[in-house]
């Protein structure tokens, strides 16, 4: 018999596997044994007041056997001599696209600029210890994706995009903890997801698909008027009737390719910033009400804004890393990008966000020139100004948050889990100034939500410009029947769940069209 209960508990028993235990086995007055096992289905921490409290949603079971678990192998067919299916970029969405593809009985090709998950660690060493970046592996080129190495954020909006559970059950399945298909705002942490990648990549291999390291695409062939393959750089010819181009937000040389080859390509609103961090125990003590968390996992906060005057626009938190680091995340020499990521745990002493401000078309008229493109190379400009005002290397500018707020200089800053180094700049040098017109009413107005978020002791690094692409390919049915646009880079996606999902759409999407010729 299976009895559903909801519940709101103290953190103390919520999260603690024994007290839960001896608190369900009381609730019920019933002997321990004869509680067959129970299953946590859903997990959400409630701090809008104190004292705060975790929802449970739980299954008890008693008189049944636990429920057998699914082997997502069993799924996949053989498909080594089936019709091959060229994707472009071994991110989740190309991932993902490769294991639906295979469901359906079609090879997946895998062609993937960097290289494997494992071999990339050496590379990210190299950008924080020796400011050297390697434009084809680094944290947002390589297998798995940019997601793999910036903590691994399992949370979405797009619920009605696709199949959530499948995706999670799949990732569980790879070897990522059965705790994200419980949790409300999941994550796997950026040290469990490189074998989580690798094992997806295995159950491909296994499956009869194909996975190309250090393959940079050069060239899409068509012939009569219809895609046969793609070319990369080293003059390999990969053949296929179909193309899912996945290639993730930061490949501009894609983008340059495909305007120069005549594909339609969109300008596309994004955002760019500045990354703050702040102690972790500081902004625990302000949503959870007080200093010791206990039980309770490193606190996050989400903060938006609209800003209302001659032009509207937003600034938000993005991509909120509780106990993590900040990175470096830019794809080439002589550029200063940053971005966040979180271990499993999340117990770094430091919590980190991008703060950012919304831009569109008219923030870069001045690179009209570059048509489609503008938005790329405004992006461009900022993120190499602010390597040039640091100093050419990796080390990102930096300004303490008040100093910012009050246009003056930094004397020192603070420690900061940012390895490559910081460099006391004004930020207003490095940003355009609607930009840092806009951060700054943002930061006021959070000052007001969060008691106590507005200190001296935050700092802020420069730049968070790499939230999203610049660009849109658009899905054109009469001229890019074999050329599938795909995820983040495409501008379909944002984040591994949602790219994940596109994946699988656009897996689909081959599958319909090959059926159809």
């Known amino acids: 018999m299976k009895t559903s209960i909801s519940l709101s508990l103290p953190p103390q028993i919520a999260l603690d596997p024994k007290k839960l235990d001896g608190y369900l086995v009381k609730k019920f007055q019933t002997r321990a044994h004869e509680v067959a096992h129970y299953k946590v289905c859903k997990r959400s921490i409630d701090a809008r007041k104190a004292p705060v409290q975790v929802q449970l949603q739980i299954d008890i079971y008693t008189d049944e056997p636990d429920a057998i678990n699914f082997n997502y192998r069993d799924q996949l067919q053989t498909v080594g001599k089936k019709k091959p299916v060229l994707i472009v970029g071994a991110g989740p969405a190309g991932l993902f696209a490769a294991l639906r593809l295979i469901e359906i009985g079609l090879k997946p090709v895998i062609i993937e600029r960097g290289k494997d998950v494992r071999s990339r660690r050496r590379d990210l060493v190299a950008i924080n210890k020796q400011h050297l970046v390697n434009p084809d592996s680094n944290y947002c080129f390589g297998e798995g994706g940019a997601g793999t190495f910036s903590d691994g954020k399992l949370y979405t909006r797009s619920r009605k995009r696709g199949d959530i559970k499948k995706i999670l059950e ?163 020499q002589g550029e200063i990008v940053v971005n966040g990521m979180s271990p499993s745990r999340r117990d770094s002493k430091f919590a980190n966000s991008g703060i950012v401000v919304a831009v569109s078309q008219r923030d870069f008229t001045k690179f009209d020139e570059y048509g489609p493109l503008a938005g790329m190379y405004f992006q461009q400009s900022i993120e190499k100004n602010a390597c040039v005002i640091a100093g050419n290397r990796q080390t990102a500018p930096a300004q303490r948050l008040m100093d910012f707020l009050k246009g003056r200089m930094s004397s020192d800053l603070p420690d900061t889990s940012y390895q490559p180094g910081v460099s006391s700049q004004r930020l207003r040098d490095v940003l355009p100034s609607q930009i840092e017109d806009g951060i700054k009413h943002g930061f006021r107005a959070f000052g007001k939500k969060l008691k106590g978020y507005l200190t001296n002791e935050a700092v802020l690094l420069g730049v968070e410009s790499r939230t999203s692409s610049p660009v849109k390919i658009p899905r054109d049915p009469i001229t890019l029947q074999q050329l599938v646009p795909c995820g983040e880079g495409a501008g379909y996606a944002g984040g591994i769940m949602s790219a994940a999902m596109d994946g699988i759409r656009c897996a689909e999407a081959v599958a319909r069209m090959y059926k159809s010729n």
């Open 170 to 332: 799949i990732l569980v399945s790879h070897g990522a903890p059965e705790d994200i298909l419980v949790d409300a705002h999941p994550h796997i942490g950026t040290n469990k997801l490189p074998s989580v990648v690798e094992e997806i990549r295995e159950s491909i291999l296994m499956s009869g698909g194909e996975v190309h390291f250090n393959s940079a695409i050069d060239k899409v062939i068509v012939r009569d008027s219809k895609i046969a393959g793609v070319l990369d750089r080293s003059g390999h010819r990969y053949q296929g009737d179909a193309v899912i181009l996945a290639t993730g937000h930061s490949a501009r040389d894609i983008y340059v390719m495909l305007h120069t080859a005549g594909i339609r390509i969109e300008p596309k609103p994004f955002a760019l910033g500045v990354r703050v961090e702040h102690p972790q125990s500081l902004i625990d003590n302000i949503q959870y009400h007080g200093e010791n968390r206990g039980l309770l996992p490193a606190a996050s906060y989400s903060l938006s804004h609209q800003i209302v005057g001659d032009r509207k626009r937003g600034v938000f938190s993005f991509c909120m890393c509780p106990g993590g680091f900040i990175v470096p995340a830019t794809t080439t």
